[in-house]
C-alpha cells in the first residue's frame, strides 16, 4: 500500500529510521495492555502501589506495636486512670454499660489455677438473679429457638432440623447437629449453654449479634424446659406448649 502511494504521488520512499520510528510509535499502546494481562495471571510479594492511598492504605500504629510517641514505648494505650463509661452518671449507678456482670453478660469467670498458673474457665451454675424464670420468658425463648436454633437443631431439640435434613440429599458427609436433649448437654451449666449461644462452639458459629443478652438467657431457659420435657410432664418443663 504504502509502494503504491510512493509511485502514484511520485514521491521518494521514506527513510528506514522513519518507517521504524512508526512501527515503535504503533506497538507502544499495546505496552500497557500486555502489563496489565501479566499482572492479572502472576503474583507478587510487594504490596500493590497506591496512586491514591484512601483509607485501604494508610499510616497507623498497629496492634502490639511500639511507638516512640510515649514513655513506656507502647502504641496501645491502655484506659487513664479515673475513666468511666459514656453515659454513666449519678442518675444510673447500676448502669450495665460497662458489663461487669460475668454471670448475666458472659455465663462464666475467669479463675487463676493455683498450680499451674494458668486462667481457669469457671461455668456459672443456674441463671442470674436478674433472669426472672418464668412462663413468659418461656415463650419469648421459645420463639428465639425457633428462629435460630430449630433450622439446625430441630424443634425438638434432637439434631434434626430442616438444615440436617436438606443437607443429607446435597452433601455426603455431613456431620448432624448436637442433640440437645442428650445427657452431655443436660449435665452442662447454664452458663456454658449461653456462651455457646453467644461465641458458639466447634462448628457452630455464635448468635451474640444476632441474640441480645435477654434472649439468650430466654433460649437457655427454653431449652432446660426441652430438656426436661423428655422425661417429665408439662407441668413441670414449665407449661410451653
Known amino acids: 500500500m504504502l509502494k503504491w502511494i510512493v509511485e502514484e504521488l511520485k514521491l521518494p520512499a521514506p527513510p528506514f529510521w522513519l518507517i521504524g520510528a512508526l512501527l515503535i510509535l504503533m506497538c507502544l499502546p499495546l505496552i500497557p495492555l500486555a502489563l496489565t494481562a501479566r499482572a492479572r495471571v502472576s503474583t507478587s510479594p510487594k504490596t500493590r502501589p497506591h496512586t491514591f492511598l484512601d483509607m485501604d492504605k494508610q499510616t497507623k500504629y498497629k496492634a502490639q506495636a511500639d511507638s516512640p510517641i510515649f514513655a513506656d514505648g507502647r502504641a496501645m494505650r491502655p484506659p487513664v486512670p479515673g475513666t468511666i463509661a459514656w453515659g454513666k452518671s449519678a442518675a444510673a449507678p447500676n448502669s450495665d454499660l460497662l458489663a461487669e456482670d460475668d454471670h448475666y453478660f458472659r455465663g462464666y469467670r475467669l479463675e487463676k489455677n493455683a498450680t499451674t498458673g494458668e486462667m481457669d474457665t469457671i461455668y456459672f451454675e443456674g441463671f442470674p438473679d436478674r433472669v426472672n424464670v418464668d412462663h413468659a420468658l418461656m415463650k419469648r425463648g421459645q420463639r428465639q429457638f425457633n428462629i435460630f436454633c430449630a433450622p439446625c437443631h430441630g424443634l425438638g431439640g434432637l439434631g434434626d432440623g430442616t438444615v440436617y435434613q436438606r443437607s443429607l440429599t446435597i452433601q455426603a458427609g455431613w456431620v448432624q447437629p448436637n442433640n440437645l436433649t442428650d445427657p ?40 432446660r424446659a426441652l430438656q426436661l420435657s423428655q422425661d417429665a410432664p408439662a407441668s413441670v418443663a414449665g407449661g410451653v406448649e
Open 184 to 223: 452431655e448437654r443436660v449435665s452442662r451449666p447454664e452458663g456454658h449453654l449461653y456462651n455457646t449461644i453467644n461465641n458458639g462452639i466447634r462448628n457452630m458459629s455464635g448468635y451474640g449479634n444476632q441474640v441480645s443478652v435477654e434472649d439468650r438467657w430466654a433460649v437457655v431457659a427454653y431449652l
